[in-house]
């Protein structure tokens, strides 16, 4: 324990006295708890047992070199919360102190639980993902890295994350710890690949650009909520593993889809052409002049996969304004009012059209329709 951060005991028998009287012998902490759901304070709770004489008695709490909310200090008395009472809180100037006035009335030992906000202990998480050799599953393991900058040693901490289960850890001022905080075997994967409309060339060949479609492992997240963190990609290969890449966890709530990037893929090719656009709805003014008119659009999505095993592909479609979908091939799913998107699997060495036809509105203020 360092001596910055002390619980002191002072004993006041004459009512009119005003000096500080400081007792040398510290109660060691009996437990301490320290809670890191919240990245940006670290909320701990220690439990001493001191021992308190008949009548008023001062327990002051220094915390001088140890970053520390003052504002956060809370005490609670847990062996005779009835009896054993807090009477107030005073702070000497210019002290990182606080003095707790507790009347007892006999002489007892006395558990007090006391709770404040501790910065200084930074904290990341790091994921380890393991796929197995025919990508089908993989291994996922995370990591906690501490760095204790607070100040204060923290011995046999009760260390809790918000998730997963509590552990028992020392960590002391300056020391970087790094512990597996939890793991998960055969975690289903799929390997999907990804077209963007608004990200991807739509005719490669024509526009002379050779892209790859971005591919990831897409997880069902059925393990908890995924705090933010750096994740390391590797593949099993034989007895060892290869590093495939690496990619940024967002903040994953359960069954939400997590999606690792992993690189590009040159062994699906799209090409994307509009094969109609008619004007409908004209509308003129008052010269005769067309000023407005609503389309009728229709697009070809030509898909060939060059690999020798099947592919999964989703296309990306955005369709700003008002439309409405006429006919479409095959199935899509609406993301929201200007995104729609075709999850295909395509066989190996295969060759796919994908056609939708809609209707946009060419809509201003005054023509707005209420339902479409």
């Known amino acids: 324990m360092k001596t910055t951060l002390a619980v002191l005991l002072m004993v006041l028998l004459a009512a009119g006295a005003q000096a500080r009287v400081k007792l040398v012998a510290l109660p060691e902490r009996?437990?301490?708890?320290?809670?890191?759901?919240?990245?940006?304070?670290?909320?701990?709770?220690?439990?001493?047992?001191?021992?308190?004489?008949?009548?008023?008695?001062?327990?002051?709490?220094?915390?001088?070199?140890?970053?520390?909310?003052?504002?956060?200090?809370?005490?609670?008395?847990?062996?005779?919360?009835?009896?054993?009472?807090?009477?107030?809180?005073?702070?000497?100037?210019?002290?990182?102190?606080?003095?707790?006035?507790?009347s007892s009335p006999a002489a007892t030992e006395e558990r007090i639980r006391i709770s404040y906000l501790l910065t200084g202990i930074g904290r990341d998480i790091v994921y380890k993902a393991v796929a197995t050799t025919d990508e089908k599953?993989?291994?996922?393991?995370?990591?906690?890295?501490l760095r204790n900058d607070s100040g204060e040693d923290l011995t046999d901490a009760e260390i809790n994350l918000g998730y997963g289960a509590q552990f028992t850890r020392s960590i002391a001022h300056g020391e970087v710890l790094e512990l597996l905080s939890e793991k998960f075997d055969s975690v289903p994967i799929q390997k999907v690949l990804t077209w963007?409309?608004?990200?991807?060339?739509?005719?490669?060949?024509?526009?002379?650009?050779?892209?790859?479609?971005?591919?990831?492992?897409?997880?069902q997240n059925k393990l908890h909520t995924l705090q933010p963190g750096k994740a390391r990609i590797f593949i099993q290969t034989g007895e060892n593993v290869a590093f495939t890449g690496e990619d940024w966890v967002p903040l994953t709530p359960v069954d939400r889809e997590l999606k690792l990037n992993i690189g590009q893929s040159r062994d699906v090719k799209v090409t994307q052409r509009k094969v109609r656009d008619d004007k409908t709805n004209i509308r003129r003014n008052t010269g005769n002049?067309?000023?407005?008119?609503?389309?009728d659009e229709e697009y070809r999505v030509e898909i060939e996969n060059f690999k020798k095993e099947p592919a999964t592909l989703v296309i990306v479609q955005h369709i700003p304004g008002y439309w409405k979908m006429v006919k479409s091939s095959d199935e899509y799913v609406k993301?929201?009012?200007?995104?729609?998107?075709?999850?295909?699997?395509?066989?190996?060495?295969?060759?796919?059209?994908?056609?939708?036809?809609?209707?946009?509105?060419?809509?201003?203020?005054?023509?707005?329709?209420?339902?479409?």
Do not use: C, H, M
């Open 30 to 102: 009996a437990r301490v708890v320290v809670a890191l759901a919240n990245p940006d304070a670290t909320w701990v709770e220690e439990e001493r047992v001191i021992t308190l004489q008949k009548g008023v008695n001062y327990v002051d709490f220094a915390w001088r070199g140890v970053n520390v909310d003052p504002a956060s200090i809370q005490v609670r008395l847990l062996k005779q919360p009835d009896k054993v009472l807090v009477l107030n809180t005073s702070y000497p100037p210019n002290e990182d102190a606080l003095v707790w006035e507790i």
């Open 137 to 145: 599953a993989l291994a996922w393991r995370n990591y906690l890295r």
């Open 196 to 219: 963007d409309a608004a990200v991807q060339p739509w005719d490669p060949e024509y526009q002379k650009q050779t892209i790859g479609l971005p591919l990831t492992y897409v997880i």
């Open 289 to 295: 002049n067309i000023v407005i008119w609503d389309t």
């Open 335 to 372: 993301k929201d009012a200007f995104t729609i998107e075709y999850r295909l699997t395509l066989p190996k060495e295969s060759k796919k059209t994908v056609t939708f036809a809609l209707n946009r509105l060419n809509v201003q203020s005054d023509n707005e329709p209420r339902r479409y």
